[in-house]
């Protein structure tokens, strides 16, 4: 999950820190302290949430501790507020002395809460879980940082191209729309263009109002549909490349043209539009986050499913399709925690096969567990396994602490070609410079 707003789609009134304390289940119909034995001591659990979906798992998870361990306590701090604004506090708070045991965020930020020495390393507790098989080798390798596990996610990241089928019928293409090809998606959009006057062909995100966006659901595919990569394999970041090039490239040709709204490098928040233009059909083309699907979908299922297509991002020349994938959200322990046992505790609670495959029936992701991918609710929703199987074409940034220095280099490079500032070489030359200037000259490389 990105600071980009991943579970920002849906609105839920209310921005202000919630606390509730949860009472030990002897209290409330739980075991008593005599059946009851086991972990003792309190902690806190806190998390954002907007969409709503969170909370009831959230209590589930401490009343079973707490039934479990007669003399522990599981408070939990619910903020409704959005990410990025939760993140900001709770940089603040880890700096301190008053914790959270366990936190909520995005498997991006892996790297950078391990190195400041934030979160603690799960090893020696995931080794002594039975439970830990059941996460696929690509899933570890992605929680994993410097030979060390930091993170249990549980609904997983994906991405599609999103096309309308009303809006490319009426632009004289099929509604079984197939891009074998990059430029198949530039030919779609300017047909959209010339025949459609009230659609918008495509939104793809550039500039620092785009956020995270710019990174995952732009830049960083396109680099990689044109066979190039982001780092090497010995970690350094590639700084002015063919395959930049070419994506910056990309970038000329679809704001050039005016396939793509420029509001996007100025609007706060240009996903927010660019979500709803796609659900309500004025949007033609979109390559966004697999989680937006469920939002539309909550509004008008029927319209959605005859209306929304969603396709693996087509490469350069036709050769395998693929998508971006992220560990979404995840559960972290603090390393200031005075109660790590229990703090795991909760953790592993959690992360049960029914309650990973419930909350990601009801926030559409594919799921962390495997086996959770068996229930049967999960297996009865088309998009649900569509979104699990499009994982096996999944491809994945490394855990980096530089990532979000990264991220606003490809902003400024995105941007500049964007708006017309800067040609796709010269802004190729000048996101190698930010690069080495923003991480320093040695972990930067040019090819």
Same mark, same amino acid.
């Given at each position: 999950m990105s600071r980009y707003s991943r579970r920002t789609f849906l609105k839920v009134a209310g921005a202000t820190a919630v606390v509730v304390a949860c009472a030990p289940a002897a209290q409330q119909g739980g075991a008593s302290?005599?059946?009851?034995?086991?972990?003792?001591?309190?902690?806190?659990?806190? &998390? #954002?949430?907007? =969409?709503?979906?969170?909370?009831?798992?959230?209590?589930?998870?401490?009343?079973?501790?707490?039934? %479990?361990?007669?003399?522990?306590?599981?408070?939990?701090? =619910?903020?409704?507020?959005?990410?990025?604004?939760?993140?900001? %506090?709770?940089?603040?708070?880890?700096?301190?002395?008053?914790?959270?045991?366990?936190?909520?965020?995005?498997?991006?930020?892996?790297?950078?809460?391990?190195?400041?020495? &934030?979160?603690?390393?799960?090893?020696?507790y995931v080794n002594a879980w039975a439970d830990w098989k059941q996460y696929p080798d690509s899933i570890k390798k992605g929680a994993t940082y410097k030979g060390k596990i930091w993170a249990i996610p549980y609904g997983l990241d994906t991405r599609w191209l999103y096309f309308r089928r009303d809006d490319l019928q009426k632009a004289g293409l099929p509604a079984d729309w197939m891009p074998s090809k990059l430029s198949d998606v530039v030919a779609a959009a300017t047909a959209v263009k010339s025949k459609v006057s009230?659609?918008? #062909?495509?939104?793809? &995100?550039a500039g620092q109002a785009a956020d995270t966006g710019a990174r995952d659901h732009a830049f960083v595919p396109l680099v990689w549909a044109y066979g190039g990569d982001m780092q090497t394999s010995d970690g350094k970041w590639v700084g002015n490349s063919a395959a930049i090039r070419k994506a910056l490239a990309y970038y000329q040709t679809v704001y050039g043209q005016g396939l793509s709204p420029k509001e996007i490098l100025t609007t706060t928040k240009p996903w927010t539009a660019m979500r709803a233009k796609l659900g309500d059909g004025s949007l033609a083309l979109l390559f966004e986050g697999g989680?937006?699907?469920?939002?539309?979908?909550?509004?008008?299922?029927?319209?959605?499913?005859?209306?929304?297509?969603?396709?693996?991002? #087509?490469?350069?020349?036709g050769g395998p399709s693929f998508t971006i994938g992220g560990l979404g959200t995840c559960w972290y322990l603090t390393a200031k925690s005075k109660n790590k046992d229990l703090a795991w505790e909760w953790i592993k609670t959690w992360n049960n096969k029914d309650t990973v495959a419930k909350i990601n029936i009801e926030d559409p992701h594919p799921v962390a567990r495997s086996d959770s991918a068996d229930v049967p609710e999960f297996k009865a929703q088309q998009y649900l396994v569509d979104s699990t199987k499009s994982l096996e074409k999944a491809k994945f940034l490394s855990p980096?602490?530089?990532?979000? %220095?990264?991220?606003?280099?490809?902003? %400024?490079?995105?941007?500049?070609v964007a708006s017309g500032d800067a040609s796709p070489d010269d802004a190729a030359k000048q996101y190698s410079a930010d690069l080495k200037q923003a991480i320093g000259a040695s972990l930067v490389v040019d090819q």
């Amino acid at each position: 999950m990105s600071r980009y707003s991943r579970r920002t789609f849906l609105k839920v009134a209310g921005a202000t820190a919630v606390v509730v304390a949860c009472a030990p289940a002897a209290q409330q119909g739980g075991a008593s302290p005599s059946q009851a034995k086991g972990l003792t001591g309190t902690i806190t659990v806190s &998390y #954002p949430d907007e =969409l709503g979906v969170k909370p009831k798992y959230v209590d589930m998870a401490a009343q079973a501790v707490m039934s %479990k361990n007669s003399g522990s306590t599981v408070k939990i701090d =619910l903020q409704k507020v959005s990410d990025d604004v939760y993140y900001t %506090k709770l940089l603040l708070t880890l700096q301190g002395g008053d914790v959270p045991d366990v936190f909520h965020f995005g498997g991006d930020s892996i790297a950078e809460l391990a190195d400041a020495g &934030y979160i603690e390393p799960l090893d020696s507790y995931v080794n002594a879980w039975a439970d830990w098989k059941q996460y696929p080798d690509s899933i570890k390798k992605g929680a994993t940082y410097k030979g060390k596990i930091w993170a249990i996610p549980y609904g997983l990241d994906t991405r599609w191209l999103y096309f309308r089928r009303d809006d490319l019928q009426k632009a004289g293409l099929p509604a079984d729309w197939m891009p074998s090809k990059l430029s198949d998606v530039v030919a779609a959009a300017t047909a959209v263009k010339s025949k459609v006057s009230t659609v918008t #062909p495509y939104a793809l &995100y550039a500039g620092q109002a785009a956020d995270t966006g710019a990174r995952d659901h732009a830049f960083v595919p396109l680099v990689w549909a044109y066979g190039g990569d982001m780092q090497t394999s010995d970690g350094k970041w590639v700084g002015n490349s063919a395959a930049i090039r070419k994506a910056l490239a990309y970038y000329q040709t679809v704001y050039g043209q005016g396939l793509s709204p420029k509001e996007i490098l100025t609007t706060t928040k240009p996903w927010t539009a660019m979500r709803a233009k796609l659900g309500d059909g004025s949007l033609a083309l979109l390559f966004e986050g697999g989680w937006v699907y469920g939002g539309w979908a909550s509004k008008d299922q029927a319209g959605t499913q005859k209306n929304v297509g969603y396709l693996l991002h #087509p490469t350069e020349n036709g050769g395998p399709s693929f998508t971006i994938g992220g560990l979404g959200t995840c559960w972290y322990l603090t390393a200031k925690s005075k109660n790590k046992d229990l703090a795991w505790e909760w953790i592993k609670t959690w992360n049960n096969k029914d309650t990973v495959a419930k909350i990601n029936i009801e926030d559409p992701h594919p799921v962390a567990r495997s086996d959770s991918a068996d229930v049967p609710e999960f297996k009865a929703q088309q998009y649900l396994v569509d979104s699990t199987k499009s994982l096996e074409k999944a491809k994945f940034l490394s855990p980096d602490a530089s990532l979000s %220095k990264v991220t606003t280099v490809i902003q %400024k490079a995105t941007g500049r070609v964007a708006s017309g500032d800067a040609s796709p070489d010269d802004a190729a030359k000048q996101y190698s410079a930010d690069l080495k200037q923003a991480i320093g000259a040695s972990l930067v490389v040019d090819q």
